[in-house]
């Protein structure tokens, strides 16, 4: 039967019953065993009607102002193991009110020794099991918790040499101590630099248990154990490079993990193979076998900015590889890269590019980049498809410069590729050959010994790139006019574009025909092959009967060069 004391408490308002509590409480006599034992109900039913009243959401400042605080503060040293294990669970619990009022909260408590006062606690239940093989793990889950709760704010506390028990606790096989031990390491870890450095010290040890953990199919053990790896490896660097630091296994675990749909998660599993892969590059390689492009082929689609970020990172690193960069092409991940080709932040947007860069410096992946019509999509990206990019300071027109540079390491690739492959790819490569080639030599063996030219004519109106293939065309040309210009010296050769017009061309060229006027019809031709597009949209039946003139136009260019 409840006490007299009990039933008030129970009856009354809430300040009536915090009073009540509070002055049940701090008549204890924690000093003297026999009087405390002897009124341990009156305290446990206090107790118990705390519980109901933080259940109720009863918040920290009411607590304080009750002066319950410190009571509890003061029950932790009682004798009592069932008084211990709730205050520990009433700090665990505590609504500690907003955001910005919690650090300060938290650290008041921690000043007044609570910490101490709960090691003091883990202790005893060190001493206990050592003596007599028995773990009191009602306590020291409960104790653990209210230490993961009371540290769980920006800076975090420091636990000057205790971070040696919490790590023996962890080490038991005791499946409930291990956990609590683990956010309790996590926290320490997570919040405060000089932790993590204390905890990395014995990290070696725990770092086999850690990895086993990740297996768990408790989102929020696996969760702490991811932080706390990550912690760790943030805050000393040198301990993923350990011979006991179980590479293997966290990369076949956290990429299970980030297959996942929570998102805290996929963040720190992304974060852990960042900081895994730049510590260990011989795993660039390794992590990719393991299957883990396809997955950032999803990650990249994220909402979540963060996932978007650390996929980006990943691949980034990853595209430092060779053999990585040829699986990315095969796994046709360029769609999904060039997507965030200008995306708005700037780390994500210097990866991708930086990823980019590195294709176009891999020799297997050259072809491959041009057959699949991506250096066209790089001369969209950089503001247009006319490709005047030699003088142009933006990152694509840089990635052009680069490819234009490394292409010659395939041009014998290419130019196979340009008479067996289908007539999409032939095209493909005849555009991007135009954009690269400078000299004669290389002009006559693309364009009229491997029959480049006549894709690109006979692709004016069909190709469903016809777009680019006219700006090639019309760059071919510039380049013809002016090596003829250098290599002949007769100026006077040089067609100079009269004023024409989209309008008035057809009837310019008429007229040239009829009066025999070879320099208008080479100007009409010029002015058709650089307005293409325009000539087509205004007169579908003239641009078809100009396809064959400039066939004849260039192929006579060509030969004068």
Known sequence: MA???????????????IDLIHVTLRVANIGNRTAYMRDLKEYLEAMDDLQTLLDSGLDYGMLAAGSIIEDILMHLKGPSVMMRRLCCKTLAQIDWGPKEEEEQHKRCICGSGVIK???NILEMCQRQESSSAVLDTKTICVVMNAIACLIDCPGGIKIDDRIPLVHWFFAKSNFEVKTSSLHALRYLCFHNEENAMEISRVA?????????????????ICHSVLQLIFSLAVSAPALVDHMDFPTDMVL???????????ENLVVLGLCILCTIVIRKGKYKVALAQLGVIPILMQTVQSDNEQIKLYTVGLLHELGKDFHNQVAMVDEDCLPKIFDLFNIQHQGMRKAVRGLLFNFVNNKVVISQFITGGWFETILELKGGTFGYYDDDP?????????????????????LNLMRESSQLEKVRIAVALAHFSKVPKHFKLIFRDNGGLDFLVYSLLDASNKEHVAVALCKLTNKFLLVEKKTNKVLQDVPIEPNLQVDNVKKCYEHSRAKSDRRLSAECI???IRNFQEVLLRDGLFADEMVG?????LRNLLKRI
């Open 204 to 220: 070696p040890k725990i770092m086999l248990s850690l990895a086993d953990m990740l297996v768990c199919k408790d989102e929020k």
């Open 117 to 119: 006062d709960l090691m």
């Open 3 to 17: 006490s007299r004391g009990n039933r008030k408490r129970k009856r009354g308002s809430v300040e009536e019953r």
């Open 252 to 262: 076949t675990s956290v990429l299970k993990i980030i297959r996942k749909e929570n």
């Open 526 to 528: 010029i002015f058709t």
């Open 549 to 553: 003139e400039i066939r004849s136009y």
């Open 394 to 414: 933006s990152e694509a027109a840089k990635i052009i410069k680069k490819l234009a540079k490394n292409h010659h390491h395939v041009r014998g690739e290419l």
